[in-house]
């Protein structure tokens, strides 16, 4: 089945306490992305890769990290947490017909 | 600067109507626009795809209607059932690798 598997779906965790949220697809896609979304605010992005070893900022990527060392994999770093990152995470991937979301991380940052 | 509006009110329909959910925007040429349904808790889940050059778009129960004069997208979703219950995202993507989303219509189909 085609699925983007993010983990974990749910973590506490303490302020300065690094952190990696991991994201894998199995679509071949070279396109993947970070959103976090928030009530009102929709989803926004964080970092995305055009392929192995590309990545860029999105529209907030402050405290965040990513790498893309290979096609699969586009983990989603936070070197130090901090409550305002306390959110709902995304990844995505992408094709020329549009996104495949994984199933969300939900974190609280105490 | 660049914007999405979606309603952010909730709409509320009896089941068998017909459910129409808008999409503007501002500041953008989108090559293409995007309909994404999400329920909660869940990761959106891709819908529809249109192109600039294209005025409509159909799918089983749902039609999308994209009119980059007016800068606006709508979508509707006929003979409207309670499991249609969930938020509506629309999305434009530049032809980049950038794809901005709205922040969603949140829908109620009553039984």
């Known amino acids: 089945e085609a699925q983007v598997t993010q983990n974990p779906r749910y973590l506490i965790t303490v302020t300065g306490k690094k952190l990696t949220v991991t994201c894998s697809q199995n679509m071949n896609h070279e396109y993947m992305s970070w959103y976090r979304q928030d009530p009102g605010l929709g989803l926004r992005q964080i970092y995305y890769?055009?392929?192995?070893?590309?990545?860029d900022k999105g529209d907030v990527p402050e405290g965040y990290k990513v790498s893309r060392k290979e096609k699969r994999n586009f983990p989603l770093i936070l070197e130090s947490p901090s409550p305002n990152q306390t959110s709902l995470y995304f990844c995505?991937?992408?094709?020329?017909?549009?996104?495949?979301f994984g199933s969300g991380t939900r974190l609280t940052v105490v | 600067s660049q914007k999405i509006e979606q309603n952010s009110e909730a709409l509320n329909i009896q089941e068998g109507k017909t459910a129409t959910l808008t999409c503007n925007y501002t500041n953008y040429s989108p090559a293409y626009l995007q309909w994404y349904r999400q329920d909660p808790g869940r990761g959106p889940v891709f819908l529809l795809l249109?192109?600039?050059?294209?005025k409509e778009k159909r799918k089983e129960r749902l039609k999308v209607t994209f009119d980059t004069t007016l800068k606006q997208s709508l979508f509707h979703i006929t003979a409207s059932q309670p499991a249609d219950s969930a938020t509506y995202l629309c999305?434009?993507?530049?032809?980049?690798?950038?794809?901005?989303f709205g922040a969603g219509t949140r829908l109620f189909v009553k039984a």
């Open positions: 999305a434009l993507a530049t032809g980049g690798f950038k794809t901005i």
């Open positions: 890769s055009m392929n192995v070893e590309v990545t």
């Open positions: 995505a991937s992408r094709s020329a017909r549009g996104y495949t």
């Open positions: 249109i192109r600039e050059n294209e």
